[in-house]
Each structure stands twice: as C-alpha cells, then as structure tokens.
C-alpha cells in the first residue's frame, strides 16, 4: 500500500532543533492520525483529524504541534524534543465518514524513525 | 491497563503449517477489529478484519475469529509461508468518536517466525 507517504524517513536532531515531520495521503480520506512507536509498546495515538479539524489530543505534550492544511497532508512539527521522545512516528489515515464498517480501516505511512540526542 | 492483549510475543511455526495468533480484550464497547502485519522499518499494513456482527471473515489464506462471548479473536494462516514472517497487531475499534474519525486501540504485537 502506497497510498500514505512520510518524510522524511529518518531524522536525529538535537534536544534544541526544531523539525517537521510530513505525511501526505493520495487515497481521497477524510481522517488522518499521528501515533507513536516505542519499542515494547503498543502503537500510541497522538493526534486525529477528521475534515481538516482536530477531534483528539491524547494528552500529548506541547512540543509536538500537528497541523493538518488540507484533507491530504499533516504534519507534526517538533521543538524542544527530549531524548525519551526518540521513537517510530507513523502517520495513518481512513476513510472516513462514508458509511459501513470499512471506513474505520486506517492505512499507515512507512513512518519516520526519529532520533533525539 | 490495556484493553487489547496479545499475550505470545513470538510464534514460530514450520512453513505449511497453521499459524494462529490470538488476541484478547476488555472493552465489551469494540465493535470492529482488525489485523496489521508489520515488517521491519516499515509501517504497519492492514490484513484483515472483522465486525462484531460477524464470528468469521475469510480472505484467501487468512481467517479471523471472533467469539464476542470471550472477547477474543483469532487469525489463522494457511498455508503459512517464510514471507508471513513479521510482527502481527491487533487493534479495535467502538466507532466513530468524532466527524467520522476513528480511534484503534492497537494491542502489542506477536512476531511470527515460519520456518522453512
């Protein structure tokens, strides 16, 4: 499935940058997600946008910043990022309001392998 | 406290075989649920899934059950094949929660190894 693209793939910044990640869907979806992989851990959900506006916010802190501008793309801008934050961020996304079962199928990106020093 | 247990982290099975992965959970809320197969340095991809009106859903050589009564689910591959091998998540799903988005509580993933 090709359908949800991440960049980029691999990021290490320092505790003081500040980075973006991207993700951009080409399935005609309405909702997209950011989660957050550690290792040992279950997939965590960060954020939920569904029709450009944010419906959940998993108490995540302050210095990851989504923005969604447009029903295709997200992003997840970092400052100030502390090395416990070093994780696999994937981004997803479903179909959304359509009616029946299948619209709660969420299809990821690759994700982005980010490192903090 | 999780609400979607997968209690094996590892399988390994002989190529041929059946694999079962089993997956367990405590949200009697869920109503639709899915499994993600998951190489490394990839993203999750979907497999298949199941709505709880359903006990069963076929799609070639995988097969999930669901027995609502035990709040547990099942997926079955057969034939299993070298390529199957890669970490397996559960996830499910109570509905919409907001202008059509959906949240998936995923549980922790089982490594399946198929032996050749």
């Known amino acids: 499935e090709t359908g949800v693209t991440q960049t980029p793939r691999h990021l290490v910044m320092g505790m003081t940058n500040k980075k973006s990640l991207k993700c951009e869907q080409h399935?005609?979806?309405?909702?997209m997600y950011w989660y957050k992989q550690s290792a040992k851990k279950p997939l965590e959900l960060m954020f939920v946008?569904?029709?450009?506006?944010?419906?959940e916010n998993n108490s995540v802190p302050s210095r990851f910043s989504p923005e969604c501008p447009n029903s295709s793309h997200l992003f997840l801008h970092l400052h100030t990022l502390q090395p416990e934050d070093s994780a696999l961020y994937l981004c997803a996304s479903s179909q959304g309001i359509a009616g029946g079962p299948s619209q709660e199928t969420q299809y990821f990106g690759p994700g982005t392998r980010l490192l903090v020093l | 406290d999780q609400q979607v247990k997968q209690n094996s982290p590892s399988l390994s099975v002989q190529e041929g075989r059946i694999s079962i992965l089993n997956c367990d959970y405590t949200?009697?809320?869920?109503?639709?649920f899915l499994w993600y197969k998951k190489y490394p340095a990839e993203g999750p991809t979907f497999l298949i899934s199941i709505s709880s009106i359903k006990d069963k859903n076929e799609d070639g050589r995988f097969t999930v059950f669901l027995n609502k009564s035990a709040k547990h689910l099942s997926l079955h591959i057969v034939p299993s094949q070298p390529g199957d091998s890669a970490v397996y998540f559960c996830?499910?799903?109570?509905?919409?929660?907001?202008?059509?988005?959906?949240?998936?509580?995923f549980g922790k993933g089982t490594k399946l190894s198929v032996i050749p």
């Open positions: 946008y569904s029709l450009e506006e944010r419906v």
């Open positions: 399935l005609g979806h309405n909702a």
């Open positions: 949200n009697s809320m869920f109503d639709y």
């Open positions: 996830a499910a799903s109570e509905g919409a929660t907001g202008a059509g988005s959906y949240q998936l509580t």
